[in-house]
């Protein structure tokens, strides 16, 4: 179902059906509680972030899993680089983020994730023939107050360049306003919100509960997700933690 109307219109929301035991569970929490500041977000905006990549073997029956190693920085830190190819405006270079640690990918959750995710998608024959590459964000938005907000980016519509994304959210605290995602036609890229026209907004959607999700076929459509902040009420800070997994094909360059 989730591929055939991936096909048909771009993109499907989903909630994928995969256990997660509660030590694992603690475990990808901790992460998220650990994550560093994203080095590429504005100084005000608390937009934290980790990040690991590696590849799948198409060919293979168990579609087995390999992460790449890590760089280290002149500090000792761990980094992984992400490269969206001149597709994100706010940032047309390679990134470096911190590395998912090793507790994290270890997990089976995270592996069954993958793998599911993967069975998603579709390709071409030549394409299988390759490996397909992986990437994986931890992502974390927070806002202490109403003014407050967490920032994704880039803040527009947009498309991320590699053939299919999945968003998968963790968790969102209580008071949390905003994080409203939208599916818009590719004529949307690049404009703001209240630019579009509204013939080019497909679709609009909150992920409020664990593992809601939804996927885009990046040539077919745009997608966009509003700044969070923290609810007038005194609720809380307002909190959204979602994992981005993206795939792309591999082609040998001579």
């Given amino acids: 179902m989730i591929q055939t109307q991936l096909k ?14 509660s030590e694992e569970l603690k475990t990808l929490h901790r992460e998220f509680d650990r994550l560093e500041h994203d080095p590429y977000a504005p100084d005000k905006v608390k937009r934290f ?17 390999h992460w790449i190693p890590t760089a280290e920085d002149d500090h000792g830190a761990r980094l992984s680089g992400y ?32 793998r599911k995710d993967f069975s998603h998608t579709f390709w071409s024959e030549a394409d299988r023939r390759a490996p397909i590459y992986f990437g994986v964000h931890f992502v974390k938005l927070r806002s202490g107050s109403a003014s407050d907000l967490g920032i994704s980016s880039p803040d527009c519509f947009h498309q991320d360049g590699e053939p299919f994304t999945f968003a998968h ?32 907004v497909i679709a609009e959607f909150e992920l409020s509960r664990f593992m809601e999700s939804f996927v885009v076929h990046d040539p077919r ?13 005194g609720s809380g800070d307002g909190e959204r933690c979602v994992i981005l997994i993206d795939f792309s094909r591999m082609r040998q360059s001579i």
């Fill in 8 to 21: 048909q219109f771009g993109y499907c929301q989903f909630v994928p059906e995969i256990d997660c035991d």
């Fill in 49 to 65: 972030r980790r990040y690991g990549n590696g590849i799948i073997l198409p060919w293979t029956e168990q579609t087995d899993i």
């Fill in 83 to 114: 490269d969206q190819g001149g597709n994100n405006p706010e940032h047309p270079d390679i990134r470096y983020f911190r590395a998912l640690s090793e507790e994290a990918k270890a997990t089976d959750f995270l592996g069954d994730l993958i």
């Fill in 169 to 200: 959210l963790m968790r969102r605290t209580s008071g949390t306003a905003g994080g409203t995602n939208y599916i818009g036609t590719v004529q949307a890229r690049g404009l703001g919100l209240h630019e579009v026209p509204k013939e080019d």
């Fill in 221 to 233: 459509v745009s997608h966009y997700v509003t700044p969070i902040r923290s609810k007038e009420n």
